[in-house]
Structure formats: C-alpha cells, structure tokens
C-alpha cells in the first residue's frame, strides 16, 4: 500500500497551522508503520521529514500560495469549471498513478484523480469554505458531490457535528475520525514570579473566522476588573497583516496593551501563557483548544460544536455560555479567578491518543483499498 497525501499550503519542518501539523503527524505516523507515503504540495521547497518526501508542484510563480492567492490564480469565478481546471493543472504536474491511495485535505480538489481510490479529510467547516473561496461555493461543491456516483471516494470529518452536516448534505457516509495530539506533548512548565498575565490567541490572525474583534472588545470593557495583563495575537502571516489594523482601530486609545507574532516556536508559546482564549465563531475541529487543553491551561471556548466536542471531559475548559462580548468576559474573569491544579484527565488524554488515531487511518485506508 502506497499513499499520497496532497496539501493545499506548503510544509516546513516547523509547521504550525492544524492542517499542516495533520499531514505532518499522519504521514510521519505511517512511516513509522513501515506504509510508504509522500506528500505533495502546491508550493514550497522539496524536503524530507522523519523520511517523508515532500514534493512541492510550484504551480506559478507565486512562491508561497494561501487562501487569497489560490483564489486570485484559480477561483476568480468558483465554478465546476474551475474546478476542473485547477484539477487538470495539477494532474499535468505530478504522477499520481503511482500511488494506491490519493488522500486529499481540500474538497477543492476534488475533480482530480477520479479514477483513483481517494480519501477527504475536510478541514474546513461550510462557513470557512464560503468564506475563502466565494459565497454559496460550499452548495456548488456539495451538489456535484451528492450527484457522483463514484464509490471509490471515501470521505472523514474531525467531528461528530460536522460529520452529520456532510452526510445530510452530500448523501454519502462520513467517517468520524477526530484529530491526534502529538506523540510527544508539550511540557507544561508554568512561568512563575511575571509581573503581568499573558493572554494568548493562537488563533491565525483571520478575525471573520477566528473572532479576535470579540475578545478584544471583550477584554477592553473588563480591563479594569483584571490584573495587568497583556493580550499576544499568533498567526501573523503576510496574507492577515491589514486586520492589525482593524484590531488597532477596536482597541483606540483604550489602555489594553497587546502584540503580534509570527509564531515559530508554539511550545514556548504555551508555556508562557497564563490563559489560552479561542473565541473563534466556527471551526471544522480546533487543534489550537486541544493543545492547550492536554497542556492543562486555562482555556475560554467559544460556544461552538466542536469545541464543545473537544472541551467534555476536560477540567480546564471554560466554554462561554453564550455569544457576545459580554458573556466572553465574564467567562474570561472566571477562568483567571480559578485555581486548577489537578493533571488532566488521562480518560480525556486516551480519546486524542495518536496511536489510536494513526490506527483508524491504517483501518480506513485498507477500506478504502478494498471497494
């Protein structure tokens, strides 16, 4: 069995972003189960991770693609055609037949290897899909989807929630298989003796999606019921740099000290950070809660599906009750006020075990291998 997994974003040895860490943790998981796989990306630089190649196409001369730049190049018009264009694009470039398995991490390519067995793993939520490439593009893509007949495509969800989203939308059977912690977890060594806490966002800097308006808006009305405190905003890629601006513009001339980083290094991150706060208004699963949430720390949720999902069973999970500014600051205040000491549950820990986790693939993958 020899499996191909295909990337929409580049990869690096440093990776942060979940979908990015997803294929990274998967193929490194097979490969230490002796099942060859690679990894092809659209751009990026050839490397190799735990003796995995990663094959970059280098579709244009855009160096490093993200959701703006696909779109411009490719989905100007979000069509069955386009679709069908980037597909034929891609497959002009790289020779999937070699492979057994095609497994895909974007519904955008689904037009490509139709008469290869696939699996997608989707990690965008409806609302995200919308949202990076075009209004109603989830329902187009869905209406093709429900009307293919093709039973050698295999489809999984991260979550119970969005897995019956799918399958009410699309008509086919949807795996659940809810994503891993790493197989070697942060360490959790608190920082003692700081003279102010350190509020961390580890949320990519997208502010639709990811809500940090809400927070900040949040944080500035309870400013004064909170020690002194300073807010760090991760996801700083190039392409969300102009919502700085936007986030500047909320805080005015409030005294609400914050930065921006570029984060490399998310273990440092964590360790640092006195409380994580994800006030996200939708996501396909949230990787960044259940980091956080494994390491221990204080963590404010915002009231979605899945993060509710990830957060039962888990002491140090705050979910914010309902939507709003306001309710996300009372929740904030109690979360800080909260003494937890107690080590996560290993109950909890055991539901996102990678060796569970890489387990269900191989399993679905054999599936997959034998319709």
Same mark, same amino acid.
């Given at each position: 069995?020899?499996?191909?997994?295909?990337?929409?974003?580049?990869?690096?040895?440093?990776?942060?972003?979940?979908?990015?860490?997803?294929?990274?943790?998967?193929?490194?998981?097979?490969?230490?189960?002796?099942?060859?796989?690679?990894?092809?990306?659209?751009?990026? %630089?050839?490397?190799?991770?735990?003796?995995?190649?990663?094959?970059?196409?280098?579709?244009?001369?855009?160096?490093?693609?993200?959701?703006?730049?696909?779109?411009?190049?490719?989905?100007?018009?979000?069509?069955?055609?386009?679709?069908?264009?980037?597909?034929?694009?891609?497959?002009?470039?790289?020779?999937?037949? /070699?492979?057994?398995?095609?497994?895909?991490?974007?519904?955008?390519?689904?037009?490509?290897?139709?008469?290869?067995?696939?699996?997608?793993?989707?990690?965008?939520?409806?609302?995200?899909?919308?949202?990076?490439?075009?209004?109603?593009?989830?329902?187009?893509?869905?209406?093709?989807?429900?009307?293919?007949?093709?039973?050698?495509? $295999?489809?999984?969800?991260?979550?119970?929630?969005?897995?019956?989203?799918?399958?009410?939308?699309?008509?086919?059977?949807?795996?659940?298989?809810?994503?891993?912690?790493?197989?070697?977890?942060?360490?959790?060594?608190?920082?003692?003796?700081?003279?102010?806490?350190?509020?961390?966002?580890?949320?990519?800097?997208?502010? /639709?999606?990811?809500?940090?308006?809400?927070?900040?808006?949040?944080?500035?009305?309870?400013?004064?019921?909170?020690?002194?405190?300073?807010?760090?905003?991760?996801?700083?890629?190039?392409?969300?740099?102009?919502?700085?601006?936007?986030?500047?513009?909320?805080?005015?001339?409030?005294?609400?000290?914050?930065?921006?980083?570029?984060?490399?290094?998310?273990?440092?991150?964590?360790?640092?950070?006195?409380?994580?706060?994800?006030?996200?208004?939708?996501?396909?699963?949230?990787?960044?809660?259940?980091?956080?949430?494994?390491?221990?720390?204080?963590?404010?949720?915002?009231?979605?599906?899945?993060?509710?999902?990830?957060?039962?069973?888990?002491?140090?999970?705050?979910?914010?009750?309902?939507?709003?500014?306001?309710?996300?600051?009372?929740?904030?205040?109690?979360?800080?006020?909260?003494?937890?000491?107690?080590? $996560?549950? /290993?109950?909890?820990?055991?539901?996102?075990?990678?060796?569970?986790?890489?387990? %269900?693939?191989?399993?679905?993958?054999?599936?997959?291998?034998?319709?």
């Amino acid at each position: 069995m020899k499996i191909l997994h295909v990337s929409l974003w580049p990869i690096y040895k440093k990776s942060i972003g979940g979908t990015e860490k997803y294929v990274m943790l998967l193929s490194s998981a097979l490969k230490k189960l002796s099942i060859e796989n690679d990894v092809v990306m659209l751009s990026g %630089k050839k490397i190799s991770i735990d003796n995995v190649s990663y094959i970059p196409l280098n579709l244009s001369s855009t160096k490093k693609f993200d959701e703006y730049s696909i779109k411009n190049e490719f989905f100007q018009k979000f069509t069955i055609k386009s679709l069908q264009k980037f597909a034929e694009k891609i497959e002009n470039e790289f020779d999937f037949y /070699k492979y057994d398995i095609i497994h895909f991490n974007s519904l955008l390519f689904y037009f490509c290897c139709l008469s290869k067995k696939r699996i997608f793993t989707m990690h965008d939520d409806p609302a995200c899909f919308n949202l990076n490439w075009g209004r109603r593009s989830f329902n187009k893509i869905s209406r093709v989807i429900k009307s293919d007949k093709n039973s050698k495509t $295999v489809f999984v969800a991260p979550s119970k929630y969005y897995a019956a989203k799918y399958r009410k939308k699309f008509n086919k059977k949807i795996f659940i298989i809810p994503h891993s912690l790493d197989k070697s977890p942060y360490t959790n060594r608190q920082k003692t003796n700081r003279k102010e806490l350190n509020i961390f966002v580890p949320s990519r800097l997208e502010i /639709k999606q990811k809500g940090q308006d809400l927070l900040l808006k949040s944080l500035i009305a309870i400013n004064k019921k909170l020690p002194k405190f300073r807010i760090i905003f991760a996801g700083l890629d190039d392409q969300y740099k102009p919502n700085v601006k936007a986030l500047q513009k909320i805080k005015g001339s409030k005294n609400v000290s914050f930065i921006f980083k570029k984060i490399n290094n998310m273990e440092t991150a964590y360790q640092n950070a006195d409380l994580v706060v994800l006030p996200s208004r939708f996501e396909s699963f949230g990787y960044s809660a259940l980091e956080s949430l494994a390491l221990g720390k204080k963590t404010v949720l915002s009231n979605i599906p899945t993060y509710n999902e990830i957060a039962t069973g888990n002491k140090y999970a705050f979910i914010v009750p309902n939507a709003g500014a306001s309710s996300l600051g009372k929740t904030i205040l109690e979360a800080v006020k909260s003494d937890l000491k107690t080590p $996560v549950s /290993k109950k909890w820990l055991d539901r996102y075990s990678p060796d569970q986790w890489i387990n %269900k693939y191989v399993k679905l993958y054999k599936l997959c291998l034998n319709k």
